[in-house]
């Protein structure tokens, strides 16, 4: 099977089920209420990317990094055994894993290229990534069931290769998929087992039904318009921040409090909101992903879940006060409310409200997730090859219109050194001003 994108071909061998390298557990596990929200259950596929450095064992031989990996991961899954089994939605309309051990589906590629002629995948070209990532077809996703996760190793002719992960949000959060990679990385280097032994232990963030749910941020009705939207035909591409324009943008609001993610959340909201077109009367959202693990002092998580533990703070304007405010009131607005999204009290009234009625908006809105902080570049080393970037391939979970992400630069690029890379996905109408807008953040008056 042969699968070409401009000047990448690439060979793709038989799809094989990468299992668990002893038996494992056969069950049935349930799901937090986190994990049971129906906007997380989608894959989200990332493509590792690492350069050729000296991968020659000490006897000379070749390190083949498909066999490497592929019996890595199966060693990992028996520590990681509910990524092998499959998530099946119960009777009760909640989801399950059962654990059954039938295996992680593996693809083997083989590029036709050297990575430097696709630049590392330096973001340049965002679709290529599609091609390094494994997409299952309809007749393997039949009778309800889903796979928790699929890998395709690429080979390249430099020696290096990317590593292609789809894991289902449902079955664990960006902390997680990092503490498994990690794991993955830590037994293909040598080491008898992970650092970190995973924790189940969802039943700590299951919700109980309350006669006071959270109200809706924001009501549809009074929701803002685009002229380019609904549409399924969307452009997306990577915004390089350098930490000049940065600066410049924080001292341009005269306040030094404002971390690098609150100001920036605030400036591509805004430019997001204008490149949209967005009914300047209707409301619009700034949905933020936030991480809750340190937070949860009544009932901390143990060392090693991999779980969802993340809960939304959202920030609702006009489109109008959003364009007209000052930036720096945007800003102390989102600060403010991730204070509060930190609190014991809004976490559990979160996920009880969640419990009580589960909701899946499709509004105006922009959702923001950091990956900065989650040490895909930093940790994940496999012994012998360098690692030069991770990027976000715009399919799945990773191609709606609403999310941006912000990432750490990659590893090669000294320029970028404290800045950050901004993937967002726009109609293809929309995004011309939306590059405008970024582009403008060069020139910003401190």
């Given at each position: 099977m042969a699968c070409e994108k401009a000047s990448l071909k690439l060979d793709m061998k038989e799809v094989v089920l990468v299992k668990p390298s002893n038996p494992t557990p056969s069950s049935v596990l349930s799901m937090s209420t986190l994990d049971n929200r129906p906007d997380l259950n989608s894959l989200c596929q990332t493509v590792h990317v690492y350069r050729s450095a000296n991968h020659d064992t000490p006897n000379g031989q070749v390190l083949d990094p498909v066999h490497v990996i592929k019996e890595a991961l199966s060693k990992v899954l028996l520590y990681y055994y509910p990524l092998a089994g499959r998530l099946v939605k119960h009777v009760d309309g909640k989801l399950r894993v059962n654990c059954n051990a039938d295996g992680v589906p593996f693809l083997e590629a083989i590029a036709n290229c050297d990575l430097t002629s696709l630049h590392y995948l330096d973001g340049t070209d965002t679709k290529i990534t599609k091609h390094l990532v494994f997409h299952l077809s309809n007749s393997q996703e039949e009778n309800g069931y889903q796979y928790p996760m699929v890998f395709q190793v690429t080979k390249f002719l430099c020696g290096g290769f990317t590593i292609g992960i789809g894991v289902l949000h449902s079955i664990c959060d960006g902390y997680g998929a990092s503490q498994f990679f990690t794991a993955l990385a830590e037994l293909a280097s040598g080491k008898s087992e992970p650092s970190v032994k995973p924790v189940w232990d969802r039943e700590r963030l299951v919700g109980t039904i309350t006669k006071q749910p959270l109200q809706s941020p924001m009501d549809e009705a009074c929701a803002a318009v685009s002229p380019f939207l609904p549409t399924t035909v969307l452009m997306h591409e990577c915004f390089k921040v350098d930490s000049e324009s940065i600066r410049r943008l924080k001292m341009s609001m005269e306040n030094e409090s404002f971390t690098t993610f609150e100001s920036l959340?605030?400036?591509?909201?805004?430019?997001?909101?204008?490149?949209?077109?967005?009914?300047?009367?209707?409301?619009?959202?700034?949905?933020?992903?936030?991480?809750?693990?340190?937070?949860?002092?009544?009932?901390?998580?143990?060392?090693?879940?991999?779980?969802?533990?993340?809960?939304?703070?959202?920030?609702?304007?006009?489109?109008?006060?959003?364009?007209?405010?000052?930036?720096?009131?945007?800003?102390?607005?989102?600060?403010?409310?991730?204070?509060?999204?930190?609190?014991?009290?809004?976490?559990?009234?979160?996920?009880?409200?969640?419990?009580?009625?589960?909701?899946?908006?499709?509004?105006?809105?922009?959702?923001?997730?950091?990956?900065?902080?989650?040490?895909?570049?930093?940790?994940?080393?496999?012994?012998?090859?360098?690692?030069?970037?991770?990027?976000?391939?715009?399919?799945?979970?990773?191609?709606?219109?609403?999310?941006?992400?912000?990432?750490?630069?990659?590893?090669?690029?000294?320029?970028?050194?404290?800045?950050?890379?901004?993937?967002?996905?726009?109609?293809?109408?929309?995004?011309?001003?939306?590059?405008?807008?970024?582009?403008?953040?060069?020139?910003?008056?401190?």
């Open positions: 959340a605030a400036y591509v909201w805004r430019s997001r909101a204008r490149a949209l077109k967005l009914s300047y009367d209707g409301k619009t959202m700034l949905d933020i992903m936030v991480g809750v693990r340190p937070h949860l002092l009544d009932s901390p998580l143990p060392d090693g879940y991999y779980g969802n533990a993340i809960v939304d703070a959202n920030v609702v304007l006009t489109v109008r006060e959003l364009n007209e405010r000052p930036l720096s009131e945007i800003v102390k607005l989102i600060k403010e409310t991730k204070n509060v999204a930190f609190t014991t009290d809004y976490i559990r009234n979160t996920i009880n409200t969640l419990e009580t009625k589960q909701e899946d908006h499709n509004m105006a809105l922009t959702t923001l997730t950091e990956w900065k902080h989650l040490g895909f570049l930093e940790r994940v080393d496999f012994g012998w090859e360098e690692p030069v970037n991770i990027i976000p391939a715009p399919c799945d979970l990773f191609q709606s219109v609403d999310l941006c992400i912000f990432a750490s630069p990659n590893n090669f690029d000294p320029s970028m050194k404290g800045g950050v890379r901004i993937f967002s996905s726009l109609p293809i109408a929309a995004m011309p001003k939306f590059r405008e807008e970024m582009e403008a953040l060069r020139s910003i008056k401190p």
